[in-house]
Each structure stands twice: as C-alpha cells, then as structure tokens.
C-alpha cells in the first residue's frame, strides 16, 4: 500500500527562523512529488512539484528537495514570516499504470509562526 | 484571471439525502479532480475528469459519481448520504491531465450530514 509520512505533525518557530519539513513515501515508481501549502478554511495552493529525477526546486523562500534513493523530501522555509503559517501537504503522485491515477497525501505539517 | 470557483460553500443535508456539489475551473483547464478532506485526514483523491471524460475513480463506493460538462465545468454527485460523508470536498483544475502542470484548487464545499 502507498504511504506517505510527513512529520513533524506540528511545528512553532519564531518569524524570521528557518524550518524543515519532511516527506517520506513509498510510492515507487512515481512521476512528480508536490509540496502544497494549505491556509485555514483556503483550498491548497501550490508551492514546488518535482520529478523523479529532480533533486531541487525553488519557490520563493521555499525549497524543495528529494532523495530518490531514500524516498524522502524535504521543504525548507527561509526567514519565515507570519504568513507561513499554515498546513504544509506533501503528494505523490505514481506512474500512470493501466489507466490508474491515485495520488497519496500526507496528513500535513501544521506550522505556526509566532512573532 | 478568476480562480477555481466551487459552490455552494456550505452544505447541510440529512441522512439518506443526496447532494450535489459545482465546479468552474480555471479557463482553458481541461482536467478537474475533487478530493476529499474528512477532518483529521489527508486529502483523499476521488475522481478525475478530462474532455468530458472520467479518467479514473479513488477509492469511494459507487454512490459518489459526477460528470464534466462541455464548457469544462463539473459536478460531484454524492447519494444516500451517511455522516462519514461530512467533508470539505476539494475542486482542482490543471491544463492538462495526468503531467507534471500544477493543480489550482478552489476553496471547497464544506458539507455537513446531520
């Protein structure tokens, strides 16, 4: 069964502190891996999708990564800012096989920026 | 250049009741998926329209369906309602169906079953 774990399930830190978020799958083989980011009551918005074969991608303060080999990602957040916060959702999508298209989410990381 | 738009935005129905659930995606978007957020769950994939068609199904029993119309737009069908059904269901829309283009949600229907 496809998994997707993402931890920690919550995160303080204070504004202008830098965090890590991570993002460990089983999905295999995969065609993209999405970082999204979700406000209260708001739709996802997305912040970095990555192949298979990508090992960065940058947003902004956002920062993506992947290790293919370990099956982990990780968002790093530069200089946060009080509007970072939010549920950080991490999805991996597998390869189109036999018309079958099931993408699996984590359960988020909620971070909390504080002042 | 407007948003996914979803409506209505909130929902009450009953037990047993069936409700229907609209999306407008973003213009020129072909592809329009709906989710499922049940709270204290991750996002569950339900279905995935593209040129009218469905292109696949999550894991729901059958009395979750939809349809896309030909300007693109969709709605999400849910019958025999039952109160694990209470959710924020999530419209997305893409340019092109199953790649590497982002997905733009809207901001969901929160539906409630008394």
């Known amino acids: 069964k496809n998994q997707v774990e993402q931890s920690p399930q919550s995160l303080i830190i204070l504004e202008g502190k830098n965090c890590t978020l991570q993002c460990n799958y089983t999905v295999s083989p995969f065609s993209n891996l999405r970082w999204y980011k979700q406000d209260t009551g708001r739709g996802p918005v997305s912040l970095t999708i990555?192949?298979?074969?990508?090992n960065t991608k940058s947003n902004g303060r956002y920062t993506a990564t992947l290790d293919a080999d370990t099956k982990q990602s990780s968002l790093h957040i530069t200089a946060s800012q009080l509007s970072d916060s939010a549920s950080y959702i991490c999805?991996?999508?597998?390869?189109?096989?036999?018309?079958?298209?099931?993408?699996?989410f984590g359960r988020g990381t909620s971070l909390i920026v504080h002042p | 250049e407007a948003g996914v738009t979803q409506s209505p935005t909130h929902l009450i129905k009953t037990r047993g009741q069936q409700a229907t659930l609209r999306c407008s995606p973003i213009s020129g978007h072909t592809s329009v998926y709906w989710y499922q957020q049940a709270l204290g769950l991750g996002l569950q994939f339900l279905l995935w329209y593209d040129e009218g068609e469905e292109r696949n199904r999550g894991n729901f029993p059958p009395r979750f369906s939809g349809r896309q119309f030909p300007n693109y737009s969709s709605e999400l069908n849910v019958n025999a309602l039952e109160l694990e059904d209470s959710a924020l269901y999530l419209c997305?829309?893409?340019?092109?169906?199953?790649?590497?283009?982002?997905?733009?949600f809207g901001d969901g229907t929160r539906l409630s079953i008394l």
């Open positions: 997305a829309s893409s340019l092109e169906g199953y790649s590497n283009q982002p997905q733009h």
């Open positions: 990555m192949t298979f074969s990508e």
């Open positions: 999805v991996v999508t597998p390869v189109l096989s036999g018309g079958s298209y099931i993408p699996t």
